[in-house]
Nanobody, 124 residues
Framework: HVQLVESGGGSVQAGGSLTLSCVGS????????MAWFHQGPGKEREGVAM???????WYSDSVKGRFTISQDNSWTPLILQMHNLKPEDTAIYTC???????????????????WGQGTQVTVS
C-alpha cells in the first residue's frame, strides 16, 4: 500500500514563495507518475503539475512559469516550488501517484489511486 505525506504548506503574502514536499512510503517515484493537485474553497480539485520517472512534466496554465515540480531520484521527496504566489493559489495542495507516464492534458483525479492528506497554502 502506497502512502504519501505532504509538508511545507503555510501562509504567505502575495508575491512570496513556498516549497511543498511529498514523501512516499516506498520507492514509487521510479515507477509512478506523480502529480500535485489543489482544491480552493468551493472549487473542484484540479491538477497543478505532474512529473514522471522519465522527467516529463506538465503544468496548468495558471501556474506555468511560477511553479516547478521536481524529484531528484527515487529516494528524495517530490518537490513543488511555488513562486510569485497569488491569492487565487490559496488551496489545499495534495500529492498523488499513479502508474504510467505524463500524457497530454491535465491529470484526472480519478486516475490517481494514491493520495496524501493535503497541506494548506494560504496567500493573502
Amino acid at each position: 500500500h502506497v502512502q504519501l505525506v505532504e509538508s511545507g504548506g503555510g501562509s504567505v503574502q502575495a508575491g512570496g514563495s513556498l516549497t511543498l514536499s511529498c514523501v512516499g512510503s516506498q520507492d514509487i517515484f521510479s515507477r509512478y507518475c506523480m502529480a500535485w493537485f489543489h482544491q480552493g474553497p468551493g472549487k473542484e480539485r484540479e491538477g497543478v503539475a505532474m512529473i514522471d520517472s522519465g522527467g516529463r512534466t506538465w503544468y496548468s496554465d495558471s501556474v506555468k512559469g511560477r511553479f516547478t515540480i521536481s524529484q531528484d531520484n527515487s529516494w528524495t521527496p517530490l518537490i513543488l516550488q511555488m513562486h510569485n504566489l497569488k491569492p487565487e493559489d490559496t488551496a489545499i495542495y495534495t500529492c498523488a501517484a499513479r502508474e504510467g507516464t505524463v500524457v497530454a492534458g491535465p491529470p484526472l483525479p480519478v486516475a490517481f489511486p494514491y493520495w496524501g492528506q493535503g497541506t494548506q497554502v494560504t496567500v493573502s
